[in-house]
C-alpha cells in the first residue's frame, strides 16, 4: 500500500492512519510501525491518540507492553512496535525497518532529502507494507507537492487521493442574502 493524500484539516487522517498502525502492531507479529510529523506539538498530540487507543483497548484483547514512554511503546510478546518522530531531523528513524509508515503533514516537513533516504527507505517494497502520506497543501515544488503531481500522473508507486474541505459540513457556511453565481 502506498498512498498520498491531499486533504482539507481536520478530516480524520491522521486518526484513521494512527489507528491502523495500532491494529497492525496490536494484532500481528514482528511488525514495526511509525508516525512522522512535521512538529513536536503534534507528534506529542499523535501519540496520545495511540496511547488512548492502549488505554481503552479491552482488557482481552490489550497486548502487554515492554516499553512504554512518550514515544514509543513495544509489545513485547509479538515482538511489535509503534514508534513516533518529528521531521525536524533528517537521521529520525533511520537504521530501522518498518512495515507501516504514517507521515503526517508532510508538505510542512524540512530536511526531506535525509528523511527520503532514511526512514523511506526502511519500508521494503513488498506486499505486507504501508505507507501513508498525508498534507494540507503548502505550496508548490517540495516533496509532497512533487509526490502529489507524479501520482496524478500515474508515476511513481502512490496512488493519489484527494479530500476536499467541503466535505466537512463545518467548514461550510450558510450563503449569504443577495448572493448570485456569475460565470467567473
Known sequence: VRIIILKGRQQGCSTYASARGYHISTRNKGKAVFILSHEYQTTTKLFAMVDRFQQHCPEALKPHTSVYNNKQIKFDALDS????????????????????????????????????????????????????????????????????????????????????????????????????????
Open 81 to 184: 512496535e509503534y514508534t513516533t518522530g518529528t521531521a525536524g531531523n533528517e537521521d529520525v528513524g533511520r537504521g530501522g525497518t518498518l512495515q507501516y509508515f504514517h507521515g503526517s503533514e508532510v508538505a510542512f516537513w524540512e530536511n526531506t532529502d535525509g528523511i527520503e533516504t532514511g526512514i523511506m527507505q526502511s519500508i521494503a517494497d513488498v506486499d505486507g507494507t504501508e505507507i501513508i502520506l498525508e498534507s494540507t497543501a503548502n505550496g508548490m515544488g517540495n516533496m509532497f507537492h512533487r509526490k502529489c503531481m507524479a501520482a496524478m500522473r500515474g508515476e511513481g508507486d502512490y496512488e493519489l487521493v484527494f479530500i476536499p474541505w467541503f466535505w466537512q459540513t463545518e467548514y461550510r457556511r450558510k450563503i449569504v442574502e443577495g448572493f448570485e453565481l456569475t460565470d467567473d
